[in-house]
Each structure stands twice: as structure tokens, then as C-alpha cells.
């Protein structure tokens, strides 16, 4: 038995032609990626939950190493995106993980997070599942709003 490659796999599943290369691709793609963000924020989970940080509801202020909580580097996120006119908030995520959260329509959502390691990562969700993602190596907020604004303004034409 021959191991099928996974862009054909789901193509088949979905009754799609699995020759059709533009499907293979997009579904190969698909996978890889939520491949990549399940680790990436298993990793993520395991970090936040080894820290036993306080409850959603008093931010962290108190994390030895780095400048500022996640929560404060979210809320700077989300007022550099106002200033841009990009219509954003500040969301918990569970536990004490927060994010900044773009509507995009009323199924399609951007968050924004804080990247361990001095980054930033991005997440589109569509009818609540998460569907890609990338992250901008750069610990500059504006820099990274800047970046957030263009994805999103990039995505407008076929984000619907």
C-alpha cells in the first residue's frame, strides 16, 4: 500500500479531483501549517501552564524574563492597530494568553499574539478553526503592526 500524499488524501475525502493540482496544493499547505501551529502552541501551552501564572482576570506584570507580560504587549498591539485604523481588541485566549483580535468578516478572524522570543505570530480562524498562520521575526511593535496592516489590507480581496 502506497502512503498517499496528504493534499490528495483530503482532496479524495472531500470528493475533490485529487489531480487537480491547485487543490492538492492548497490542501498540502493547509496541513503543513496547522501542523506547524498545533506544536507551536502546544509548546506555547506547556510554557504558560509550567509558569502557573495568576488567573485571566489580574494580567501577569510579574514575569522576570521579559519587559513586559503578554498582556501589555497585546494591549500595545491592539493600540498601534487603532492608530492605523485597523478596527482591533484585546481578547484572553484562555488562562492567562492574550491576543489581539481582528474581525475580518462575520466567519473570518486575524489574532495577533505575542511570540516568545521577542516576535510576533498571526492567526487567521475561519468558522472557528484555525486555518493559518506565520509569525514576523521582529520584536518592533510598529514594525509588526505595520506588517499586521498589510496582511490585512493583502487579504481584504479574498477574505470574504
Known amino acids: 500500500m502506497t502512503r498517499q500524499?496528504?493534499?490528495k488524501q483530503q482532496a479524495r475525502e472531500r470528493g475533490a479531483d485529487p489531480d487537480d493540482i491547485e487543490e492538492v496544493i492548497t490542501r498540502a499547505?493547509?496541513?503543513s501549517v496547522r501542523?506547524?501551529?498545533t506544536v507551536a502552541m502546544g509548546r506555547l501551552r506547556e510554557q504558560h501552564q509550567a509558569k502557573q501564572e495568576p488567573a485571566a482576570?489580574?494580567?501577569d506584570t510579574t514575569r522576570p524574563d521579559r519587559e513586559r507580560s503578554e498582556y501589555q504587549a497585546t494591549e500595545a498591539m491592539t493600540a498601534l492597530?487603532?492608530?492605523l485604523g485597523v478596527t482591533a481588541q484585546t481578547i484572553n485566549t484562555g488562562g492567562n494568553c492574550w491576543a489581539t483580535s481582528i474581525a475580518l468578516t462575520k466567519t473570518a478572524r486575524l489574532e495577533i499574539y505575542d511570540f516568545p522570543g521577542d516576535a510576533w505570530s498571526w492567526a487567521l480562524h475561519h468558522e472557528g478553526e484555525q486555518v493559518m498562520g506565520g509569525h514576523w521575526g521582529t520584536a518592533d511593535?510598529?514594525?509588526a503592526a505595520n506588517k499586521a496592516k498589510a496582511l490585512i489590507d493583502a487579504m481584504g480581496s479574498i477574505v470574504t
Request: proline share 11%; aromatic share 0%.
Open 29 to 31: 499547505t493547509i496541513a
Open 35 to 37: 501542523s506547524h501551529l
Open 5 to 7: 500524499e496528504p493534499g
Open 57 to 59: 482576570t489580574a494580567p
Open 81 to 83: 492597530l487603532l492608530a
Open 141 to 143: 511593535d510598529q514594525a
